[in-house]
């Protein structure tokens, strides 16, 4: 590095977002953007490059490895392994490399409900589609679902296929008894119809069937000029130029050398703009050593504070996963090609995948709920919404191995924390994502809401895959037992559920009256050249795996950045775009959405009683409330 250099962007982090963000930076040869890398270089790791070896650098020098709190609301107070990337590529060199299943409706609400300008399902749809190299599938490929090319990237920087291998188990039989079920199975879901069951493009270049990955990505790119990547470097904190109120401004980034070559002797680096893309375990404690955050976080730990904003490190949220679902069969299952095929999934509305009487039950406590603890008002209006529209909330995983289905809650009303805790700043953050701590009161029971959807869920789908042929000819075990009552099947589920690795949050982009701590410019609150790109900003869970979404936030992150500097981008979405929020006026409106909804999602007239009425919803009286319960239940059997 020349001491003396100001890049236009120093990145901490080149991870999934913080990465590709910085290739579509440098694609201007005027643009100069420096991006720090925790871990080492991994790009030649087999582990890393071949798909079937996902998973195999958990636990290395390529993983964080860190461990949540004990958690009280998991089965014996269980601990979770959270594994995040720790190298060139950052998680997506390990994870399970599912692209893109995001939904029309829930990213529109982004911008509709959580005032979020410019970003809605068009441009973040747009953006994938930028950062994907879709490849039509083999020949073997799965004929149920068949990709639409104009839904799909030709050019990005990520390359996606479906699988060469097909299990039969999935194209023989659960397809067919889904559809004797009477459930659709969508078209290409990258046009933004994404409920039902079938196959996934995966992110995998299909010549040499290596993985495809921000790593590799940047391996295409490395020669650039202006691009200049540094590993082993770990960002401590952000060194400031004006710690000035209303015009704080960093000058650059605070790191340490890890790889020995030095003394661990501080070492910086100084830009216009800083970027945090350190992905949900990095970049708030950042944050938090740089003085911005709860003055209650930062004090005791001598740190002094620079902008006060305790939403730094709030809204982190993994949703609950079922790990273990054997299923037993009586045939034996093949592979067409003899390798991973995992990318099966079934994304479902609640609507179809519990009882009417569960269902109704627990559109009651929606309707009459007007706030939970742990999740912004913000976000509970949008989990209403999806639920009254229909949006998928639970998912079915089927596994490689393909004893199993694994589901999970795509949206977690629970949420935790991501915080420092230690004036080491190379400790370990503290992750609490708090499974299992809103409860709920479905008819005359509390329960704990997360676990119930989840079970009732699970038991209500294999039950049904039970009885549709030619899946019910095949099946010989369900375990748990699927006949099970189901306060011993949601005991059987508590024991086995866990961590889906899906985390996100920790830096709500949301107005700041809603909790939120970026703005839709990515800018941190109270700052003047501060943003954060990766998955911490997601203002909720989308009902989807995560990383197709991170790239596309960073494609559209690019977008926004390129049109303040007004360099080459062409972004013209919101010409009024400025560079600060320092005074931001966003403000998340009182009572939201004006559409109200009935228990299976129409919209009804305002005045309608019994219904979902936004945050400003008041609590019914116990008259009010049986009548409800008896409109929704009568109107759920219809
Ligand atoms: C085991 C596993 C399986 C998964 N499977 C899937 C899947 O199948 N499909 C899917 O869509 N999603 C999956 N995910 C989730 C998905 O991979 C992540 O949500 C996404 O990659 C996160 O991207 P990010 O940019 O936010 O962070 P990351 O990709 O984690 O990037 C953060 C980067 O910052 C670096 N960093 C952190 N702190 C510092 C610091 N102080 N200084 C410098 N650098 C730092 C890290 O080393 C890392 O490289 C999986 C995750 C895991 C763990």
Not at 547 to 556: E, F, I, R, S
Request: with cysteine; aromatic share 10%; net charge negative.
């Amino acid at each position: 590095q020349n001491a003396t250099q100001v890049y236009d962007y120093a990145i901490a982090g080149a991870g999934t977002a913080g990465l590709l963000l910085a290739i579509v930076l440098t694609e201007d040869p005027s643009i100069n953007v420096a991006i720090l890398e925790a871990g080492s270089d991994g790009r030649t790791n087999p582990n890393i490059t071949i798909p079937e070896l996902r998973g195999e650098i958990i636990d290395t020098e390529y993983d964080w490895a860190y461990y949540s709190t004990v958690q009280p609301g998991l089965y014996e107070n269980r601990s979770q392994p959270v594994n995040r990337g720790k190298t060139i590529g950052g998680t997506s060199a390990m994870n399970w490399m599912i692209h893109n299943e995001d939904s029309r409706i829930q990213l529109d609400i982004w911008e509709s409900l959580l005032n979020l300008t410019g970003w809605n399902w068009e441009t973040l749809s747009t953006a994938f589609r930028e950062s994907e190299m879709f490849f039509a599938p083999p020949v073997n490929a799965s004929s149920a679902e068949q990709p639409d090319l104009a839904n799909h990237g030709s050019s990005g920087y990520i390359c996606s296929t479906l699988q060469r291998s097909v299990l039969s188990l999935l194209s023989d039989y659960v397809t067919p008894a889904l559809l004797n079920a009477g459930y659709a199975v969508p078209g290409d879901r990258n046009g933004g119809n994404v409920t039902g069951a079938g196959f996934l493009p995966l992110a995998i270049c299909p010549g040499n069937y290596t993985r495809s990955y921000a790593g590799s990505a940047y391996t295409a790119v490395q020669d650039r000029k202006n691009l200049h990547l540094y590993t082993n470097a770990q960002v401590t904190n952000i060194s400031w130029a004006s710690t000035t109120s209303g015009n704080v401004t960093a000058r650059g980034l605070n790191f340490v050398d890890t790889s020995g070559r030095t003394s661990n002797t501080s070492l910086s680096i100084h830009a216009d703009e800083i970027i945090l893309s350190a992905g949900i375990a990095g970049s708030a404690p950042i944050l938090e050593r740089s003085g911005i955050g709860s003055p209650d976080i930062l004090m005791p730990l001598n740190i002094t504070p620079v902008v006060n904003l305790s939403s730094v490190g709030t809204g982190l949220r993994d949703p609950l996963m079922m790990q273990y679902q054997p299923l037993q069969y009586n045939f034996s299952v093949e592979f067409t090609g003899g390798e991973y095929a995992q990318n099966y999934i079934d994304l479902r509305p609640a609507q179809d995948v519990l009882s009417p009487f569960d269902y109704n039950a627990a559109s009651v406590w929606l309707n009459t709920t007007a706030s939970v603890p742990g999740l912004e008002d913000a976000q509970f209006q949008v989990f209403k919404h999806l639920w009254f529209t229909r949006q998928p909330l639970i998912e079915m995983a089927w596994q490689y191995s393909s004893t199993q289905s694994m589901p999970y809650t795509l949206i977690p009303l629970s949420q935790g924390s991501v915080h420092i805790n230690s004036s080491d700043p190379l400790a370990a953050p503290v992750i609490d994502p708090n499974y299992n701590s809103v409860t709920a009161t479905i008819g005359n029971e509390t329960v704990p809401w997360d676990l119930w959807l989840l079970s009732r869920a699970s038991q209500f789908y294999v039950t049904e895959l039970a009885s549709s042929p030619p899946f019910s000819e095949v099946l010989t075990k369900t375990d748990p037992d699927h006949n099970l009552p189901p306060t011993e099947y949601q005991q059987a589920v508590f024991e086995r559920s866990g961590t889906s690795q899906h985390l996100t949050g920790g830096l709500p982009m949301l107005p700041r009256s809603a909790g939120g701590a970026v703005d839709a410019n990515m800018l941190v609150y109270g700052t003047q050249n501060v943003r954060v790109v990766d998955g911490s900003i997601f203002p909720y869970q989308p009902s989807a795996h995560p990383m197709g979404l991170t790239y596309a936030v960073a494609v559209h992150a690019a977008k926004i950045l390129q049109q303040i500097k007004g360099s080459m981008g062409t972004y013209t979405e919101d010409p009024q775009r400025s560079n600060s929020s320092s005074n931001a006026t966003a403000v998340f409106p009182a009572v939201q959405p004006t559409v109200t909804y009935d228990v299976r999602g129409s919209a009804v007239p305002a005045s309608s009683a019994a219904v979902f009425t936004g945050g400003a919803g008041r609590l019914v009286t116990g008259k009010e409330r049986w009548i409800m319960w008896a409109v929704v239940a009568i109107l759920g059997w219809f």
